[in-house]
């Protein structure tokens, strides 16, 4: 499933800068945010050792696959690493 963004009430005013909420991805489903978030959305809140792992670039979450160890496919932060590795090629 696709991560669902965090928003917070329109009125609510955050100053020019905007705010955390604002400027930052933070998915309400998972609790999953900006490199703590898998390619996508387990559908459930994550566990604290899940988000660091997700972040420290050793598990990702892939509709139809689960929870698996980042290769390349997919938009985790352990896939993005796997991409810039000299040698991958896809």
């Known amino acids: 499933m696709k991560h ?4 917070h009430h329109p009125k609510l005013d955050c100053g020019p ?6 400027n930052l991805f933070l998915c309400t489903v998972c609790v ?4 703590s978030l ?4 387990p559908g459930v809140r994550m566990t604290q050792e899940q988000e ?5 670039g050793q598990l990702d979450y892939r509709d ?7 290769d390349g496919e997919g938009d985790s932060m352990g896939d993005i690493d ?9």
């Open 4 to 7: 669902t963004r965090a928003t």
């Open 17 to 22: 800068y905007g705010c955390n909420i604002c």
């Open 32 to 35: 999953g945010a900006e490199g």
């Open 38 to 41: 898998p390619t996508d959305c």
């Open 52 to 56: 660091q792992n997700v972040y420290a």
């Open 64 to 70: 139809g696959k689960g929870w698996c160890t980042p």
């Open 82 to 90: 796997v991409r810039m590795s000299p040698g991958w090629n896809r």
